[in-house]
């Protein structure tokens, strides 16, 4: 079996909620349908940028059939199945490939932080990937489980023929290239910070992760695709301009801002779930005035 290629941009799509917090299956795959259009390479269905640890069980398994209908058959589809205890994230990924998800992202379990030891961890992921129908990626997202994988570990794990790539979400260039540089050559490194893309890339990361591309996924993409045709100059250019709308829907204003974005781009963004709050109406104009600057896009 040849080995599933995770090259090019991914955006971990939002959960659209109704008015009442309800999920909004029907804009959810408005959205995919809109994504279909562009150069995006797939799909991460359940993400930390999906909501995914406000979301029930029952709600996991209707949004990743509804992704997996609104989809293009030409986009790779990862399932965001990471959870708390092995058992569960396992019983999530195997339902998850039953669907016709071709890969697992899963996220660090982080509730018991001290006892989240490197041997805990290899043992969670490698028990994973004895047991997974389709092949895992490990997600590190440091700022929001408190943990991060090292490049000692990842190199360990990349020697599973099921575990394909890590999703490496720090902005640590050189974290990103310790792993790339003592993992084996098919291992797939996958960056989840569009600040740091350009450099990323050209350290020989395979591609990325990246929330703001589902509110600017050409901008993204066309950064990925001038990087592979070796047109630098164009690309730290890209870069440059992916720089500010990065951080505002990221580290600065969160989901609220990314959803907020999304809907000045002409998606269906709507509000976070709560606990989360939505955008001020000072931040609304803040974000109004940046994206607006950006178009047109190319």
Do not use: W
């Not at 562009?38 to 269905?45: D, E, H, K, M, P």
């Not at 399932?79 to 396992?90: M, N």
């Not at 039953?98 to 379990?109: D, E, F, H, K, N």
């Not at 895992?136 to 990349?158: C, D, H, K, M, N």
């Amino acid at each position: 079996m040849s080995q599933l290629s995770l090259c090019g941009i991914f955006p971990p799509v939002t959960t659209p909620f109704a008015p009442d917090e309800s999920v909004d299956l029907k804009a959810l795959g408005a959205n995919l349908k809109e994504y279909n259009r562009t150069r995006l390479a797939g799909y991460v269905v359940l993400g930390s940028t999906g909501e995914s640890v406000y979301l029930r069980p029952e709600e996991k398994l209707k949004i990743l059939e509804a992704a997996r209908a609104a989809a293009d058959p030409g986009k790779v589809l990862i399932a965001g199945t990471g959870l708390e205890s092995t058992a569960e994230t396992l019983e999530l990924t195997r339902r998850a490939a039953s669907l016709g998800y071709q890969a697992a992202l899963v996220r660090t379990p982080s509730y018991f932080k001290p006892q989240m030891t490197e041997a805990a961890l290899e043992q969670h992921y490698r028990t994973l990937a004895d047991s997974s129908p389709i092949p895992l990626l490990i997600y590190s997202v440091p700022q929001f489980t408190g943990l991060a994988v090292e490049a000692p570990l990842v190199a360990r794990l990349a020697e599973h023929p099921n575990i394909v790539g890590v999703k490496e979400s720090s902005g640590n260039v050189s974290r990103v290239t310790q792993m790339i540089h003592r993992s084996p050559p098919d291992f797939q490194v996958l960056v989840g910070s569009a600040t740091t893309l350009y450099p990323s890339l050209a350290v020989g990361a395979a591609g990325a992760i990246l929330a703001v591309a589902c509110a600017l996924p050409e901008l993204c993409t066309e950064l990925y695709e001038v990087f592979r045709r070796g047109n630098h100059a164009r690309a730290r250019s890209l870069q440059e301009k992916l720089l500010e709308p990065t951080v505002a829907v990221t580290s600065r204003y969160g989901i609220a801002g990314l959803k907020f974005a999304m809907e000045l781009r002409g998606y269906a963004g709507g509000r976070p779930r709560r606990p989360l709050l939505p955008l001020d109406e000072q931040t609304q104009a803040e974000l109004t005035r940046l994206f607006r600057a950006l178009e047109p896009s190319h």
